[in-house]
């Protein structure tokens, strides 16, 4: 017993178990061992405090042929905060893994190590799932923000493998221009999506014939800037008195903003800017801004708010079909659902509805782009 817990150990790189289709027909299944067919990357990249962060949660279904306890590892970035492990919504016990033991501490990816993590396994059931979350900070190679995903941990694997597909969304929540992705040194095709407000990165990458991934996914872009968040120098998300002195500066001199482009401080942008000023709110300009900055509300008015900061929304265009001159954005995490609605102009004020299909709950309120919540 022993001995096959700790081959299973070995082999259970999660991430990289880039196992096999549950067809078990025409080639042998090693036993004990675990299949995974598919897996699930999500993961959402913001701006926050003037850093680029992103939220990632992996999924990963497995089938157990025959392993009753066993010891996973996975690699998440040096600087990875929020890490949580659950095995099918049980949150489990994990550990950084350290010299000495069966598996290296250290992942080696384009942007530098990352470290590896262990959890346990015990009485295995005969299908699960696993889930990962973390966060971090995105690190930037030149001028450009890079993102990776290990997706080729299927790399350590030691035995066959019939094919894995990895099913991978990113949605960037960000002004963005530049953007390439790779599959190791290789540049791949991603589908990109702006039509909710925010651009969504889709691949499907499945590997070859018994074998598993063994590339990293890497995303590098660069982040365009509007004009108030180019002003915004310490990216706090609000105009102070220096930064409102400066914008007057290039109002003046009809002088383009750095790092917007080549834009200028129109006299409606400058009024716009000097609204945020003189709130002194954290402004909104996007929908998802506006959707953060209702959470946001609730969670300081209403004691013991289910909703958390940083979850992953899908998100999909509500607009009634010839509606003209005005947006509504759909936002959906399990049984919460955030309709935004605005109309088509700079920086408008956003009407919300805030509900819960499960509990009955409902919320109605608007944010101004000054950051102002009016219920």
């Known amino acids: 017993m022993r001995n096959s817990r700790r081959a299973v150990g070995l082999l259970l790189l999660l991430g990289l178990l880039a196992c096999s ?223 409102m002195l400066q914008a007057i500066r290039y109002w003046i001199d009809d002088a383009p903003v750095p790092g917007t482009d080549g834009q200028r401080i129109s006299d409606l942008m400058l009024h716009k800017l000097a609204e945020f000023w003189f709130f002194g709110e954290r402004f909104v300009l996007a929908s998802y801004q506006a959707r953060e900055r209702a959470i946001a509300h609730l969670l300081a008015t209403i004691p013991d708010f289910p909703l958390t900061m940083g979850v992953i929304w899908d998100a999909v265009r509500a607009t009634p079909e010839g509606l003209l001159g005005y947006e509504t954005i759909r936002y959906a995490h399990g049984e919460w659902q955030i309709d935004v609605g605005y109309p088509v102009i700079p920086y408008p004020d956003y009407d919300l509805t805030v509900s819960n299909s499960a509990t009955g709950f409902s919320w109605r309120g608007r944010v101004r782009a000054p950051g102002l919540i009016v219920d």
């Open 21 to 243: 289709g549950l067809a078990l027909l025409g080639n042998p299944i090693p036993v004990p061992t675990l299949l995974m067919p598919e897996e699930y990357i999500d993961a959402l990249i913001f701006a926050d405090m003037g850093r680029v962060r992103a939220v990632v949660e992996g999924v990963y279904p497995f089938a157990n042929f025959g392993v009753y306890a066993a010891t996973m590892y996975y690699p998440v970035p040096p600087d990875a905060t929020g890490i949580s492990v659950w095995l099918d919504g049980a949150e489990l016990e994990w550990r950084y893994v350290t010299s000495g033991c069966e598996i290296s501490p250290y992942y080696p990816t384009a942007v530098g190590d990352y470290r590896m993590i262990a959890w346990q396994i015990e009485a295995a059931p005969e299908r699960f799932q696993i889930k990962v979350r973390y966060e971090h900070e995105l690190p930037q190679l030149g001028a450009r923000y890079a993102f990776v995903y290990a997706l080729g941990t299927g790399r350590f694997l030691e035995y066959y493998a019939k094919e894995t597909t990895a099913y991978v969304k990113v949605r960037l929540e960000l002004g963005l221009s530049a953007v390439e992705a790779f599959l190791g040194s290789l540049p791949v095709a991603c589908e990109v999506d702006q039509e909710a407000g925010e651009a969504v990165m889709t691949l499907v990458q499945k590997s070859q014939p018994f074998q598993p991934l063994t590339e990293d996914l890497l995303i590098l872009f660069e982040r365009s800037l509007s004009i108030p968040e180019a002003i915004d120098a310490d990216g706090d998300g609000r105009i102070s008195d220096g930064e």
